[in-house]
Structure formats: structure tokens, C-alpha cells
């Protein structure tokens, strides 16, 4: 069992920035994929950017250029560099992480980010 918590949302304008962070405890593997989705009202959760087991990452073209994902050393935290946010960027953010050769995905509860105009 993995447990998965985010933290660094919040309320900011148009232009600014935010820092999101995503603790994970329990049966977590020092091999894992860990990745951030977000979920605005009404839509379906998408994808925003993940970093694969040898530190490659892939961004949601909407956000290519202003976010940065990265991860701690031992791999038991994911964190989101948020630059230059808009308010289409306003969504629920989750956390996920996958185990390297294990088929379970876990999520975070989800942390609000909402960027006003």
C-alpha cells in the first residue's frame, strides 16, 4: 500500500506561481513512475506531466514550457514548478505513482489550484 499526499496549492493571479508537492509513504519502491493529473470542473482528469523511471519527463503540450516536474532522491517525492499559470490551469491536481513491475496506480487525494484574471 502506497499513501500519497499533496500539498502547495492555493489561490494565485494570472502570471504568478505555485509549487506543488506530493509526499509518498508506505510500500513505495526506490524504482517508480510518478506523474501529475489535474481535473477542472465538468472536465476529465488529463494528464500534466510525469517522469518516468530513469528521470525522463513528458508535459501536456498546454503546459510544456511553464511547468517542471521533478523528483527528490529517493523517490518518494514528486513535486510541479507551475510558471506563468492561467486560469485554464485551475483544476484539482492529483499525485500519482506507479511501482516499477507492479500494476497498481496510486493517487493522491488532490490539492486545489485555482488562478484567477
Known amino acids: 500500500q502506497v499513501q500519497l499526499v499533496e500539498s502547495g496549492g492555493g489561490l494565485v493571479q494570472a502570471g504568478g506561481s505555485l509549487r506543488l508537492s506530493c509526499a509518498a509513504s508506505g510500500s513505495v519502491f526506490s524504482i517508480n513512475t510518478m506523474g501529475w493529473y489535474r481535473q477542472a470542473p465538468g472536465k476529465q482528469r488529463e494528464l500534466v506531466a510525469i517522469?518516468?523511471?530513469?528521470?525522463?519527463?513528458n508535459y501536456a503540450d498546454s503546459v510544456k514550457d511553464r511547468f517542471s516536474i521533478s523528483r527528490n532522491n529517493a523517490k518518494t517525492a514528486v513535486y510541479l514548478q507551475m510558471n506563468n499559470l492561467k486560469p485554464e490551469d485551475t483544476a484539482v491536481y492529483y499525485c500519482k505513482l506507479k511501482n516499477y513491475q507492479q500494476t497498481n496506480e496510486y493517487w493522491g487525494p488532490g490539492t486545489q489550484v485555482t488562478v484567477s484574471s
Open positions: 517522469i518516468d523511471i530513469v528521470g525522463s519527463t
